[in-house]
Every structure is written in structure tokens, then in C-alpha cells.
């Protein structure tokens, strides 16, 4: 499974941006497929899950504020991020999961100005 990120870049305080990834190869494999963000020093941490039914799952503190979504069509999920906070900023990663293996795309960063 390949995962091709994309959407990241500098936003102020309080907008939005939207986070694509696509994904490809053996996609029937896949149970969840969740985003994760990492800041400097810190350990990647997961920011949201969607899975096959399309049941979501969100940390704590982007509850109310992301979104994460799934067009199957496309092989591609979203995260929409709005009233984006400058402790939003990090490296966000795309992850795919089978029963045996995780599959990592590479990370899109978002800059979010106070």
C-alpha cells in the first residue's frame, strides 16, 4: 500500500485547510486508516481514525474541530481541519493499517501563525 499525502501549508489562527491522501496498491487490505501529526521532540500522536464502515474516532483536542472523511471512489481520505490553533502545527502523517502491517505516507506540514 502506497500513501501520497498532500495538502499542508501555512494557515493563521482560526482558519482551515483541507488534508488529502490518496492511497493505492492492496487497498482491500486495509481495516483503518487514521491521521497522526508530530511536533519536534514528541512522540507522533494520533489525531483521528476512520475505518471501512466509515465509523470515526478523533483525540481529544481537535473534537468539534477536524473532521476526518473518506471518499471510497477515490481511495482517498481527508482530514478538514478548521479554527485551526498554533498547536495544530506539526508534521501530519497519513496511516494505513491492515491485520498485519502499517503503512505510513509521508508527512504534509501545517503551519498554523498566532
Known amino acids: 500500500v502506497q500513501l501520497q499525502a498532500s495538502g499542508g501549508g501555512l494557515v493563521q489562527a482560526g482558519g482551515s485547510l483541507r488534508l488529502s491522501c490518496a492511497a493505492s496498491?492492496?487497498?482491500?487490505?486495509?481495516?483503518?486508516m487514521r491521521w497522526y501529526r508530530q511536533t519536534p521532540g514528541k512522540q507522533r500522536e494520533l489525531v483521528a481514525t476512520?475505518?471501512?464502515?466509515?465509523?470515526?474516532n478523533y483525540e481529544g483536542s481537535v473534537k468539534g474541530r477536524f473532521s476526518i472523511s473518506r471518499d471510497d471512489a477515490k481511495n482517498t481520505i481527508y482530514l478538514q481541519m478548521n479554527s485551526l490553533k498554533s498547536e495544530d502545527t506539526a508534521v501530519y502523517y497519513c496511516?494505513?493499517?491492515?491485520?498485519?502491517?502499517?503503512?505510513w505516507g509521508q508527512g504534509t506540514l501545517v503551519t498554523v501563525s498566532s
Open positions: 496511516n494505513a493499517r491492515s491485520q498485519s502491517t502499517n503503512y
Open positions: 496498491g492492496s487497498i482491500d487490505s486495509i481495516i483503518y
Open positions: 476512520i475505518d471501512t464502515h466509515h465509523t470515526t
